[in-house]
């Protein structure tokens, strides 16, 4: 006879956060993005514990209950034009406890998993590219057109990359010219239009903290790839170890 397992009681609390207004932009369906980011970070399931996944808009109480959450998942960008420049919703009075929150609690040992347009989001809150271990520079970040790509894993003994395949293929967009910290270890790349390899996928412990960062997921063909996904619940498994 065949029973159905009993959910945890404990499961770990993840929050997707998903741009919004001032963190948002006309190029990035974040709400869709996010949705496809926690379907698949509901498969995970760690140490008999599942997981509770939970979607939330950026609004500046939006990180009031963090101290409650295991992981916290980015994925919000940068709005233009800008809410900022336009007048439209809080002022940056009213996001400082927003950012001062996500800093402190990141720095705590909190685990953060930030993808594709995080690179370029928060640029109020100073402390969010050390807490990210890099950021996308105006006037110098770009990323060529949107194709079929290769991501390049690295071969070292890094529990993400540890007995994974070497490369995940997906349509994606490919970041290049990202400013990488020299402290975060570079798990992954993409190819330029030159043939150069450009770091798109890091982990970092420098803050104080655990994150990763991805920059793939620009829509939502690329949590088509199966080896996609897998690369995420193993990021996913080792923030939360």
């Given at each position: 006879m065949t029973t159905t397992p009993e959910p945890s009681e404990n499961p770990y609390r993840v929050l997707v956060l998903a741009g919004r207004g001032r963190y948002e932009d006309p190029w990035h369906d974040h709400a869709a993005t996010s949705h496809r980011l926690a379907l698949a970070l509901d498969e995970l399931e760690l140490g008999g514990r599942t997981t509770d996944v939970v979607v939330r808009s950026t609004f500046p109480d939006a990180?009031?209950?963090?101290?409650?959450?295991?992981?916290?998942?980015?994925?919000?960008?940068?709005?233009?034009?800008g809410f900022r420049e336009a007048g439209i919703g809080p002022d940056d009075d009213a996001w400082a406890p927003f950012h001062a929150r996500l800093d402190a609690w990141a720095r705590d040992d909190g685990r953060v998993l930030a993808v594709h347009q995080s690179a370029n989001t928060f640029d109020d809150a100073p402390g969010w590219e050390e807490i990210l271990g890099g950021r996308w520079v105006p006037d110098t970040s770009y990323h060529p057109p949107f194709r079929r790509t290769e991501v390049t894993l690295a071969t070292g003994g890094h529990p993400i990359i540890a007995?994974?395949?070497?490369?995940v293929d997906l349509d994606d967009e490919r970041y290049c010219a990202l400013r990488v910290a020299a402290s975060s270890e570079v798990l992954g790349w993409v190819p330029d239009d030159d043939g150069g390899r450009q770091p798109v996928v890091w982990a970092?412990?420098?803050h104080?903290?655990?994150?990763?960062?991805?920059?793939?997921g620009h829509d939502v063909r690329a949590?088509?790839?199966p080896?996609?996904?897998?690369?995420?619940?193993?990021?996913a498994t080792w923030l939360l170890a």
């Amino acid at each position: 006879m065949t029973t159905t397992p009993e959910p945890s009681e404990n499961p770990y609390r993840v929050l997707v956060l998903a741009g919004r207004g001032r963190y948002e932009d006309p190029w990035h369906d974040h709400a869709a993005t996010s949705h496809r980011l926690a379907l698949a970070l509901d498969e995970l399931e760690l140490g008999g514990r599942t997981t509770d996944v939970v979607v939330r808009s950026t609004f500046p109480d939006a990180l009031d209950d963090l101290d409650d959450v295991d992981l916290l998942v980015v994925n919000a960008g940068t709005s233009w034009p800008g809410f900022r420049e336009a007048g439209i919703g809080p002022d940056d009075d009213a996001w400082a406890p927003f950012h001062a929150r996500l800093d402190a609690w990141a720095r705590d040992d909190g685990r953060v998993l930030a993808v594709h347009q995080s690179a370029n989001t928060f640029d109020d809150a100073p402390g969010w590219e050390e807490i990210l271990g890099g950021r996308w520079v105006p006037d110098t970040s770009y990323h060529p057109p949107f194709r079929r790509t290769e991501v390049t894993l690295a071969t070292g003994g890094h529990p993400i990359i540890a007995g994974s395949p070497g490369s995940v293929d997906l349509d994606d967009e490919r970041y290049c010219a990202l400013r990488v910290a020299a402290s975060s270890e570079v798990l992954g790349w993409v190819p330029d239009d030159d043939g150069g390899r450009q770091p798109v996928v890091w982990a970092t412990e420098e803050h104080g903290g655990r994150t990763v960062y991805s920059g793939l997921g620009h829509d939502v063909r690329a949590y088509d790839s199966p080896g996609y996904r897998n690369l995420l619940l193993r990021a996913a498994t080792w923030l939360l170890a």
